[in-house]
């Protein structure tokens, strides 16, 4: 299995931007979250989703942040306009019911940086 | 707000060394996991313990749920270059979501 896949690795912006992260989640995992990750507070979970529907989306910072799941192998979260308080890196994860405690499965991330 | 304290921050040690970090909440959880994390990469499950005083061993690591099921211990014996990395325990609250702690950044020097 190829893991969780996210693109681009790196993303460098201007301020005022729309930003686009992408995801392919573990074929066969039913549940896809949205993390991110800062130095001042660790890892936030901003949303996550369920059979492609949105569960919790209470992490997400504000209205500038949305995120869709239009099918089972494909998640975008998209900034719109990006800020510099935005750069952070941005980590895709999925899971499935295992019934003995959750396993998070990781994306290497995205490294945002909004200038 | 549902909340885990990780402890220390930051630590440095020799290889060889023993070491144990700690994880604390208030709050009770069904689960509790630690992940690790490397440079550039995201983090990779290590251990999930779901009962209160369970004891759970990995090679060199030995992983502890509190009774209440509110904190966990991470203990690392003889330490290598190679366990250098963040470490991070998550809990899992209702409804399948996750929070993580701030982690413990751990340094190991040869």
């Known amino acids: 299995d190829a893991g969780v896949i996210q693109s681009p690795r790196h993303e460098v912006t201007e301020m005022g931007q729309e930003v686009t992260l992408r995801c392919k989640p573990i074929?066969?995992?039913?549940?896809l979250f949205w993390y991110r990750q800062t130095m001042m507070r660790g890892l936030e979970l901003l949303i996550y989703f369920n059979n492609n529907v949105p569960i919790d989306d209470s992490g997400m910072p504000e209205d500038r942040f949305s995120a869709k799941m239009p099918n089972a192998s494909f998640s975008t979260l998209k900034i719109q306009p990006s800020e510099p308080r935005d750069s952070a890196v941005y980590f895709c994860a999925s899971s499935t019911l295992l019934g003995t405690g959750e396993k998070l499965f990781f994306g290497s991330g995205t490294q945002l940086s909004v200038l | 707000t549902q909340l885990l304290e990780q402890s220390p921050q930051f630590l440095s040690i020799q290889e060889g060394e023993n070491l144990t970090v700690y994880c604390n909440s208030s709050s009770v959880f069904s689960s509790l996991q630690w992940y690790r994390q490397e440079p550039g990469e995201g983090p990779v499950l290590l251990v999930t313990v779901v009962t209160g005083g369970e004891v759970k061993k990995l090679k060199r690591l030995t992983f502890q749920f509190g009774d209440a099921r509110k904190d966990s211990s991470l203990h690392i014996t003889a330490a290598q270059t190679g366990d250098t990395g963040l470490y991070l325990c998550?809990?899992?609250?209702?409804?399948?979501?996750?929070?993580f702690g701030a982690g413990t950044r751990l340094f190991v020097k040869a």
């Open positions: 074929s066969g995992h039913d549940y």
């Open positions: 998550a809990g899992e609250t209702g409804g399948f979501k996750t929070i």
